[in-house]
């Protein structure tokens, strides 16, 4: 039987000033005892490991994983013999191949995988991105007359295209070959392609839809290297040694937020251990433009510093930067792309934030984030659609329901827009489902994340349809919003070893939570509101045992206020984090949420 309750209320916390209520990680006690004892870890580790549901014999493989045991038969998924065949007739016939990419991390990896494989095959390709603001999301008519036009004989779709039936037939009546590698929802019937993988196409049974598309594509580098091994290419070369690419898949498998469990989590892993050396030159230099130490890579790298700025160029400058950087192997070409890509960052994160401060604004203004609606749909003029998604995220992170946000453009009168889901509730299925009732001009996306076009004049209805839409999925979500706890400690016990002890579990994400520690019974000491609504101060224990802390963009939310305030008696839960500024080897207390036991 578990240890540990599955009913909220850790530490009685039934409803945290967030409003949302905490419980411990529930773990079998058995498997708890068969990590401690097999992998000689300590009793708080072994719990984390079983509450993330590592079974007993799958300790070794989570905490070391590798390729070799988890790498999955590429035949598993549907139709990736074929795209293999396609793409290798391809290269012998000497054709024009070229890359239809999503402008986001996930698109430019993918991109940058395939480049380089069929590189050391001794084949350039060339690299088509959509602009984000004149041709919109995904393949198009437009956009596949613009590649025939190029020279084009084979188009490779990565990370888009499973959703784009009605262009595809359209590059199937201009005599244009396609090939789709993606991982987003689609419809039961395929786009018109001489193949389509994604693991989450009905009918697969390769069990990885978790796969980020830069996943996908290295496993159909293994594929092409096997069909190729078949067809005797490496006679008189090398196979290409796919693992050097490594770093490719990681970032997309982190940037893209996937489930970092399984085969995916080894890609993750290990990529970051290739990361790590810092042998892509775009990497290298996109890390030396933001001011980056090269050093042992993290999924902080990826998440925060690199992918960020590799985004930049799809949402506000050129699409095609961020797949250029990482297919390059000029060091002077890749300088200059790393230095447009962090100058477009500065300027993304200053129309992020006016965007998100006025979207916040306007909902509170109709009471929309305290009602018992399902969702919340918020559109503004001239909203750049580049960074509604990163909104979207953040008022999603503010009011715990899924959020879209919609930049319309005053002179057509259409809106682009991004939402940002809940766990337990299926955005881009009810996004899908809009799009089939004839309420989207485009629309798709998967369960946590969706995009969206649409008249300006239909918002309000898409708003209710969402709602209602989603209404019944409201319960599961409030269900699996819980605080979930790791381990209690105080201050005194947040320590560095607690920390590396922890970070064995690493690279976090989602089905991979990063590990949270709750405090009781402390005091918010020396507290100081930063920019950004951020709220930094020290976390004093009844023994005056004390770590430094900080919570971000709370001030003027109800726990911000509280620590603010310095009040004493608090329960806290965050995350450990490392803090090495000038050589000091110590950890910082990052809040995740607050609550005041006087008002429970």
């Known amino acids: 039987m578990a240890d540990g309750g599955t009913t909220p209320g850790f530490l009685g916390v039934s409803r945290s000033l967030s409003g949302r209520a905490w419980r411990q990680r529930p773990a079998e006690a058995s498997v708890v005892r068969a990590h401690v004892q097999t992998l000689g870890l300590s009793e708080l580790l072994g719990r984390a490991l079983a509450a993330r549901g590592v079974r007993a014999d799958q300790g070794g493989d989570f905490l070391v994983p590798t390729l070799k045991a988890l790498f ?59 602009d984000r603001m004149t041709e919109g999301y995904g393949p198009s008519p437009r956009a596949f007359d613009t590649l025939k036009a190029l020279g084009a004989d084979l188009v490779v779709t990565v990370d888009c295209g499973a959703a784009a039936n009605e262009a595809l037939a359209y590059a199937d009546s201009i005599g244009l070959k396609v090939v789709v590698i993606d991982h987003h929802m689609m419809r039961a019937e395929p786009p018109k392609a001489l193949a389509v993988v994604n693991p989450n196409r009905p009918g697969c049974n390769s069990g990885q839809g978790n796969l980020a598309a830069a996943g996908v594509v290295f496993v159909l580098l293994a594929a092409l290297n096997r069909e190729a091994r078949a067809r005797g290419l490496f006679a008189d070369r090398e196979q290409p040694d796919i693992r050097q ?74 699409s095609d930067l961020g797949a250029r950087l990482l297919a390059t192997d000029d060091e002077a070409e890749a300088r200059d792309l790393a230095e447009q890509l962090d100058a477009l960052n500065i300027a993304r994160r200053e129309v992020e934030r006016t965007v998100t401060e006025e979207a916040i604004r306007r909902v509170e203004a109709t009471g929309a984030h305290q009602d018992d609606s399902a969702c919340i749909v918020v559109a503004g003029d001239d909203w750049h659609p580049g960074v509604v998604g990163v909104a979207a995220g953040r008022l999603r992170e503010r009011w715990r329901k899924p ?36 309420l989207l001009l485009a629309g798709g996306g998967h369960a946590m994340a969706a995009g ?119 329960a806290v839960v965050g995350r450990l984090k490392a803090d090495d500024w000038n050589g000091r080897r110590s950890v910082q207390f990052e809040i995740e949420d607050i609550a005041d036991p006087r008002m429970l």
């Not at 016939?93 to 995988?113: C, P, W």
């Not at 290739?274 to 933001?290: D, E, I, K, T, Y």
């Not at 819980?482 to 922890?502: M, S």
Request: charged content about 20%; hydrophobic content about 50%.
């Open 403 to 438: 959020v879209v946000v919609i930049g319309v453009d005053p002179v057509t009168g259409i809106g682009k827009g991004s939402g940002r889901s809940q766990p337990g509730m299926n955005l881009g299925r009810a996004v899908q489902a809009a799009w089939e009732s004839g």
């Open 72 to 130: 999955p038969d590429p035949s598993s998924f549907m139709d990736m013999d074929a795209a293999a065949v396609a793409l290798i007739d391809a290269l012998q016939a000497g054709a024009a191949i070229h890359v239809f990419a999503d402008y986001d991390v996930d698109g430019a990896s993918s991109a940058a995988l395939l480049v380089r494989w069929f590189r050391a095959m001794g084949t350039e390709l060339s690299i088509y991105v959509p």
């Open 245 to 318: 690419w490594l770093d490719l898949a990681a970032m997309g498998a982190i940037c893209d937020v996937t489930g970092l469990t399984g085969f995916n989590r080894a890609l993750t892993s290990l990529g970051l251990r290739v990361m790590s050396q810092w042998a892509n030159p775009g990497l290298r230099a996109l890390l030396a433009a933001a001011k980056g130490e090269p050093g042992p890579a993290k999924t902080n790298h990826a998440g925060f510093i690199l992918g960020p700025r590799i985004n930049a160029g799809g949402r506000i400058g050129r």
């Open 452 to 570: 969206l076009t649409i008249k300006a004049a239909d918002i309000e209805t898409l708003s209710a349809f969402l709602n209602d839409r989603l209404a019944g999925e409201v319960a599961q979500a409030v269900a699996l919003d819980w605080v979930e706890i790791d381990a209690l400690i105080d201050p005194a016990g947040a320590t560095r070893d607690l920390f590396e002890d922890f970070e064995r579990l690493a690279p976090f994400g989602p089905a991979n939570p990063e590990p949270l520690f709750a405090m009781t019974g402390v005091t918010a000491r020396e507290p100081v509101a930063m920019n950004g609504g951020h709220v930094r101060c020290r976390l004093v224990g009844a023994d005056g045992a004390s770590v430094k802390a900080i919570a971000w963009r709370c001030a003027d939310l109800p726990g911000g206020r509280a620590l603010l305030e310095g009040q004493g008696g608090l």
